[in-house]
């Protein structure tokens, strides 16, 4: 059992990881050489530029002034002095409404520990349950929690009561945060300039007609029932293939540059490559001549499919982007039902230009329904089986078979320092793959599901990935064992006994999840703000591939908040800190130190780091209130299961109350705010229409939207990976493709149309 | 236990019954005093008035023509003839899809049983497995049912087979009529002629303003947002305590006539009454010359009222009834959000004027949360502690007790058979007027959760009586016991457990619900037609009430469906038919013959008798399905439990694919379906707008719509209770009142605002 000199070690050690990794930090971020992987979104936004080349050469890459390195830790205060409005026209209010999520975190915790440490953990201290028993087998952290009152003692009723008192409390802070958010949203719409999407909804599921073109059907079906609101459209073609082929082209280029790069730093050698996959058989040719020819190939390839996909009647998707004259209109539109069959002209409001994802756009209503049914049993089997796959790869995975395969290697294994590493670690590597592959496998099924825009694609990841954590992590480390395994012992226990199991299990766990928040938590955040791989990442390609400040600029990967992965990760933490609240207060701190240290680092990173691909208008923050209030209530059940193992029956009456009024919450919140993050108001929409007639009369609303939305590979022939020309963003914008480049990255191509 | 002869004995009981009460209504219904009471319908439309005065004068009060007597069953084809279009154009397409519940319930359940005794009935006589036992605790009709097959047969898959068999069958008729119903709500719609409803939205939760009144802050409001589509409105006076006056005048009133014409068949005396409750005791007054006073004195009450809510400023309601030009604009203002704050000037669909619910229109939007939560507690605590407050009076109406209290009545009581037959009547009584109340007791829990439309509240207390039947009357018949032991008993059961425990039972309760199914199935159905409550009240009025021919249309009622109270005991013979579909299919035709005969019965009621209250377009439909779908989930889930004590652990899974798949058609069907229920097409709008324009170019709408939405007191100063004039409904209708009287009689009114 841990002791409070383990935990002290622990921690001090992270401590440690977390200076080290600051300092690191503050030595790459200072060298001119790094300054586009630490800095990348001031260069995107054209305020900064690489390093002038006069001066010392050395000085271009490393800093020299020392002076520099004694103020290390001064991007902390820089990361918090930046005033929110500016933040939020800086970096988007996705970026700007994602840190205050720690911020609440901040802000629902610190008030509770303050609490807990005066009423609770006192009482726990004086409780003397583990004192008197003669077993050791607890910890020191223990008799800081509830294990120390004796079961049945009145003691008990400050546990219940501090439980309301920390539900109240959290129920306000989420109401105050859910109003200040929906109206800092209301207020981000109405301030922002205009764009095409305030203008266009997304028509889905347009029926066939046997005597008109896709298109006509259209202009006549909104000509008519929108009479004097229908502006234009765009159809959507399938281009699907088209974009495959010019992605292919952009891999090949990035090899002809490489090889380029590589003869003119050593003129006497033509470089060489093999024909066959990644280079590595077939015949030797010269490098060159061959990707140019294979270009060459492929542009050819690609004319010729831009030329069938525009001409032809059949790539024309049953789907288009309808423009309206007023945003009034659109709203109109977006929001009611077009015709008496609800399967066919589905509207919907446009996402912006970027946020499109254009892939899903041509699926027919029946098979959407059938593509959710599968990918939540996909999901129920993700959650509670895939210890069985991993388990067939391990037991594969040993060393018998792999001498079994690559019998050259039997040598090297037989060693015996060799294999027991490879042992040891051969399990584990399975599992390991499988969790880093988690996310994008998770981002892959909400692709499957059929949903329209990058946005909604992050947040349907996020629900997944926090059940999968919940299931595995959570409970499986509450109650040890596989989600799999909880789920059988479960439906064979008594419904009332569940909680009292996980309820009982939930103090003794407390060590634990003391040391995942140091480790996962207090590192993981520090790691995050030295970029590894970015930097990694961006010198190979520095190196290798650029030659122009353009080939730089590209060479620069901004990221993203990678919202799907790490919100889940947050919500976590709330759910933890909301457990141990009443249990294990002692817990509080661990949390706080994380939601404080990730308010800065994440501050840091969206001023000077992160390019969001798109901006949703904080749309994702329903789901984070319900995933807290979901905390909330599985607190007050655990709480409840562990008071009937402490004999304390009559709270159970109390703690339903709370669970009723908590539900009751939620649906009262649902009601008064979701709107504001799903529909679009009337009065709002009047009001900028009636703004924008005054003051730009002569405005040519048709030639702006005209070509708004235009699949990204027909915008720019030459590179479908570089930028969209949004002309009313000013500054420039990653383009939609690179996040699903990312995803797609060792997922075949096949799976999903 | 039951054998046959007692099933048959009960079965010949109940035919006899049902054919008892066909002779006797046949007898009634041919004899001109009771045209009313039997032929309502065609009275109100207008067709059949009083026999004429001249012939016999026995001939006008007793059918004296032998022949018809003899044709007694002939109502029966011509309750049948009659083709559809026709009934939904005579009753309405509330009560016309209303009967269609029962020609689904055919729909399914005939092919089932016909399926059923191919293969399961065979199957399950030759098991065997209760012969071989020792025991003889088995009814005969158990060996039909799947109790005859012993533990682990492979005669199990048959049953498992069967399963998905009905199952499909069942969502496939499912379907095909919500598809069939969905499209006759579209033809319904379409074809209506011109109604306010159709261009009205009832706005809620007006902001204060300082400046303005409530109606020229909601023009504003409108003439902005809605600029081209605004046409007019209509403001709410809070006028429930005029309402409350003019109905004690009308109770008054029908004293009055009743004491005038007394005064008419004995002119030699003067009716006396007593000033006191009831007439019973006071001092002795004038009757005619006291009521006609107070009617005078309540008169000009009436009046004052009156103009101090038309004057007073409080007395205007923040809500109101906004009309536009066209449907279309109406159509788009009710589906989309007006401003930023979703709580403020909430639209719906108006319902149309007969269908509101005056009283609930100023609920604001938190105090409706509220009383959601509280009626939702309430709910549950009804259903499973409704026996607590039964049992205390149970406990203080014993003999004893009464003998304390009318200590004069000892002498009677101490009689050893009245004290017997007290004895043990008085338990059940106090449970019998408890169940007699409780669709009025739900009724008043819809009302105080503040729904604005009578539809809405026969709807929601639908919901809760079925809830309750389930509860208390399925499960309780099943597994003995309250839904309180029940409750208990379940949650210190393991969750898999449950479905065993209940699926056990399940084949031995066949009997009881057979019986059950032939007394308040059978006989209650063939009751229904006789009418006897409102024949035996009309006789009354007739004879005391009624002086002049409108008198008389008054004195009639016709009646109603009773949504809230017939449609879940329908539900629960679709709960009983699938639940018992693969487990004893023998009890299907008890269930076939009750569905049978209701649909007749109804039929005639719908096209002679009942006369709706509002025509809400079917838009109970999606309840009745989603009941079904309910049932079927129950059904499969019982039988993965039944199946789990034979020993068939392998058809777990199987079930389990079916109860998903189950619930992935609702899914389909809600999102497929439910908004033809909910919203309204533009294309439907636009068509009918279109179609108008040019047909009736001159309409003057505005002074159409003007006084659509008035409280009925100001429609009509002189009597509440009479007809709303609805100027574009031809037939005559019954006002909206009438159902609410008939609710509140016996509750409290101070309860609800």
């Given at each position: 059992m841990a002791t409070f000199t383990d935990i002290a070690l622990s921690g001090g050690f992270n401590i440690l990881f977390v200076f080290v990794f600051f300092l690191a930090f503050a030595i790459l971020r200072l060298q001119p050489l790094n300054d586009r992987v630490y800095f990348p979104k001031w260069y995107l936004r054209g305020i900064r530029c690489t390093p002038t080349r006069s001066g010392h050469v050395a000085s271009r890459f490393v800093n020299l002034n020392v002076e520099t390195y004694f103020r290390f830790l001064n991007w902390m205060p820089a990361a918090i002095k930046m005033p929110q409005p500016e933040l939020i026209d800086h970096a988007g209010l996705d970026s700007a409404v994602y840190v205050r999520i720690y911020l609440l975190g901040l802000k629902i915790f610190v008030p509770i520990f303050a609490m807990a440490s005066c009423v609770l953990i006192p009482i726990n201290l004086t409780g003397k349950a583990l004192s008197s028993k003669?077993?050791?087998?607890?910890?020191?952290?223990d008799k800081f929690s509830i294990s120390n009152i004796a079961p049945g003692s009145h003691r008990l009723w400050a546990h219940l009561a501090m439980a309301y008192v920390f539900t109240f409390w959290t129920l306000y802070m989420l109401y105050k945060e859910y109003k200040m958010i929906g109206s800092m949203r209301l207020h981000f719409l109405a301030s922002?300039?205009?764009?095409p999407d305030q203008f266009t909804v997304i028509v889905t599921n347009v029926p066939p007609d046997p005597d008109e073109t896709v298109s006509q059907h259209i202009q006549h079906f909104f000509r008519v029932n929108h009479t004097d609101h229908y502006l234009t459209h765009q159809v959507v073609y399938n281009a699907n293939n088209l974009a495959l082929l010019i992605e292919e082209r952009k891999a090949l280029h990035n090899w002809l540059v490489y090889y380029q790069n590589k003869h003119e730093k050593n003129r006497d050698e033509r470089p060489q490559t093999r024909t066959g996959f990644l280079g590595l058989w077939g015949n030797r040719v010269d490098a060159i001549e061959h990707y140019t020819t294979m270009i060459e190939k492929l542009t050819q390839e690609a004319d010729m499919e831009r030329e069938r996909v525009v001409s032809d009647r059949n790539a024309i998707l049953p789907v288009a982007f309808v423009s309206f004259k007023t945003r009034w209109g659109a709203a109109v539109c977006a929001q009611t039902q077009q015709t008496s069959n609800p399967t066919l002209w589905l509207t919907e409001w446009a996402p912006e230009p970027r946020d499109?994802?254009?892939?899903?756009?041509?699926?027919?209503f029946v098979e959407l329904a059938i593509r959710k049914l599968s990918m939540v049993v996909a999901l129920f089997f993700l959650t509670f089986f895939f210890m069985i796959p991993i388990a067939f790869v391990q037991s594969l995975a040993n060393i018998e078979s792999i001498e079994k395969v690559f019998p050259f290697l039997r040598p090297i294994i037989e060693t015996k320092t060799i294999k027991s590493v490879v042992q040891g670690l051969l399990p584990g590597i399975a599992l390991k793959i499988f969790l880093i592959l988690l996310p994008t496998l998770l981002m892959l099924m909400s692709m499957i599901e059929g949903f329209t825009s990058l946005s909604t694609l992050e947040r349907k990841t996020a629900s997944k990935y926090y059940f999968f954590l919940l299931m595995n992590v959570f409970l499986g480390s509450v109650v040890t064992g596989t989600a799999f395994d909880q789920l059988s012992s479960f439906l064979s226990k008594s419904a009332s006994k569940i909680p009292v199991i996980i309820g009982q299990s939930i103090p003794m766990s407390a060590t634990f999840f003391i040391t995942y928040i140091m480790v996962d938590g207090w590192a993981g955040v520090s790691a995050e703000i030295i970029r590894l791989k970015p930097l990694i990442v961006f010198h190979l390609k520095n190196t290798f591939l650029v030659k122009t400040e353009q080939d730089r600029e590209e060479a620069m990967d901004p990221g993203s908040l990678a919202f799907s992965a790490s919100e889940p990760r947050i919500q976590f933490y709330f759910l933890l800190g909301l457990v141990y609240s009443a249990v294990t207060p002692i817990l509080l701190p661990f949390i706080i130190i994380f939601f404080a240290l990730s308010f800065i680092v994440f501050r840091h990173q969206i001023i000077n780091v992160y390019n969001q691909e798109y901006e949703s208008g904080a749309a994702f923050w329903p789901d984070v209130h319900g995933r807290i209030i979901f905390a909330l209530i599985t607190s007050q059940i655990l709480l409840m299961g562990l008071m009937n193992t402490k004999e304390a029956f009559q709270s159970t009456p109390f703690l339903l109350v709370l669970v009723s009024l908590t539900i009751w919450f939620h649906l009262f919140c649902k009601s008064r705010f979701e709107p504001t993050f799903v529909k679009f108001p009337l009065q709002d929409a009047m009001m900028k229409d009636t703004l924008e007639r005054a003051t730009e009369?002569?405005?040519?609303l048709k030639g702006y939207l005209q070509n708004a939305y235009v699949h990204p590979v027909f915008k720019d022939g030459e590179d479908?990976?570089?930028?969209?020309?949004?002309?009313?963003?000013?500054r420039p914008l990653v383009t939609t493709k690179r996040i699903i480049h990312n995803i797609n990255a060792g997922t075949s191509k096949g799976t999903f149309v």
């Open positions: 003669d077993n050791i087998s607890f910890s020191e952290i922002q300039d205009r764009r499109v994802y254009w892939r899903n756009l041509a699926i027919p009369p002569n405005l040519y479908v990976c570089s930028q969209i020309l949004d002309e009313e963003e000013r």
